[in-house]
């Protein structure tokens, strides 16, 4: 088939648009390359795609309305994976315009796609910050998450919204993808283990918020890449029986639906430091500060609703992925 996938120079896009092209699919991946982080990180991630067959990278700001439109027009897309944003819960206190552009505008953008060429599925990327204040673990889809604490879980929700309504006014099929703390191999400098590790090899000290006392549901990439391929072959499918006072939050009578994908097992942040410690085979120098603004303590994600769909879900222990991400780190920074 025939797919688009959005931010495909960013941590995700990259693995996913991969394992497309190695699955025998055409990927047209768009970026804007911003500078959010080190442009030449995401320049390395598309050099690893680049003479792939079957991959075609264009350089296209979500937010071009018009090169937007051009896209969907040229290529007919029947699958749309927009991983594409601007990421980040503690920018977006800083830079609140910029996902306005990035997470509100190019979402519409894209939506608009979808609906005008009669694209077959369209998944896109939500996120556990979605849950906001909630509480009670594990989050579960069919929970309420209208209290964000960050301007960019409320752009995530906002998504969420948006996609509802193009399923329900146009029968687009969509599906939400409600990410949990994603790490591993050519993963972003803005999070923790990509800091850590830096730190910690330059013989600095880290910083660790709420002195530790936080959980993380920490989802391996290759578990995430695998749910999302798995889950472009589900197309959601109208419920005329759904309503709103009984069904579940995560579907409808429109062909929509979200889910969580997440590891389903919470590690306390100072485990996932000590195992980080362990694979560097180095002891962090710690500094201990109260919580961050727009944070949460805890997440954990509930994944039944994921496994009964296709039958998987994460379960790369943090051990592990922690040992895969030093090891490409060291690799790709020639670090011995």
Request: with cysteine; net charge neutral; glycine share 8%.
């Amino acid at each position: 088939m025939k797919f688009l996938v959005t931010g495909v120079a960013g941590f995700i896009g990259y693995h996913v648009a991969e394992r497309l092209l190695v699955a025998g699919h055409q990927v047209v991946g768009i970026d804007n390359l911003n500078d959010y982080y080190a442009v030449s990180l995401k320049q390395a991630r598309l050099a690893q795609l680049a003479g792939k067959p079957g991959f075609t990278f264009i350089k296209l700001d979500l937010a071009d309305r018009q090169g937007i439109a051009t896209l969907f027009a040229e290529h007919q897309f029947e699958r749309v994976i927009h991983l594409g944003a601007q990421a980040g819960v503690r920018y977006s206190l800083d830079n609140p315009h910029a996902y306005a552009d990035a997470n509100l505008t190019g979402h519409l953008n894209i939506l608009e796609g979808c609906r005008h060429h009669k694209v077959r599925h369209l998944l896109y990327a939500s996120s556990s910050s979605v849950y906001g204040l909630n509480r009670k673990l594990p989050f579960a889809t069919q929970d309420s998450v209208d209290h964000p604490v960050s301007l960019y879980a409320a752009t995530k929700k906002a998504n969420e919204l948006m996609s509802h309504s193009y399923s329900h006014l146009y029968g687009l099929p969509t599906t939400g993808l409600r990410f949990f703390t994603v790490y591993g191999p050519w993963g972003r400098p803005d999070m923790a283990l990509f800091k850590f590790t830096k730190a910690i090899l330059a013989g600095e000290s880290i910083d660790v918020y709420n002195h530790g006392e936080m959980h993380r549901d920490f989802t391996y990439i290759d578990d995430i890449v695998e749910a999302i391929v798995r889950l472009q072959a589900v197309v959601p499918q109208p419920n005329p029986d759904w309503n709103v006072e009984q069904g579940s939050a995560a579907t409808s009578s429109a062909p929509y639906h979200v889910y969580n994908i997440g590891n389903s097992r919470p590690v306390k942040l100072m485990a996932y430091i000590d195992a980080l410690e362990q694979a560097l085979g180095i002891t962090a120098r710690k500094n201990m500060l109260p919580m961050q603004p727009g944070d949460v303590l805890d997440t954990g994600a509930d994944t039944v609703a994921l496994y009964q769909t296709i039958g998987f879900k994460p379960a790369t222990p943090v051990e592990e992925g922690v040992r895969r991400f030093v090891a490409w780190y060291k690799d790709y920074y020639h670090i011995d």
